[in-house]
């Protein structure tokens, strides 16, 4: 093999080399990416949960309240 066949293909086989490392680092890099889209979808449902049941909590509350001692609403107050 001649010298220059010899060098084309170290730099053939070098730059095939370099693009198959910076696909795979790319795919890395994305996955990544996705998998903190999930995380923080996760995140978001939890927080929407935990807001759902301390609503819940507090119109039970409020109920338990209002049959102690009944509130009137700001209509039912006499005008000045």
């Known amino acids: 093999m001649s010298r220059a066949s010899k060098v084309t293909l170290g730099l053939v086989t070098a730059?095939?080399?370099l693009i198959v490392v910076a696909v795979?680092?790319?795919q890395v890099t994305e996955r990544e990416a996705m998998h903190q889209g999930v995380v923080r979808d996760e995140e978001r449902q939890r927080l929407k949960r935990e807001r759902a049941l301390?609503?819940?909590m507090?119109?039970?509350l409020r109920e338990e309240y209002e049959k102690v001692q009944p509130v009137s609403s700001s209509e039912d107050k006499p005008k000045r």
């Open 24 to 26: 795979h680092n790319t």
């Open 54 to 56: 301390d609503f819940e």
């Open 15 to 17: 730059i095939t080399g």
């Open 58 to 60: 507090s119109a039970k």
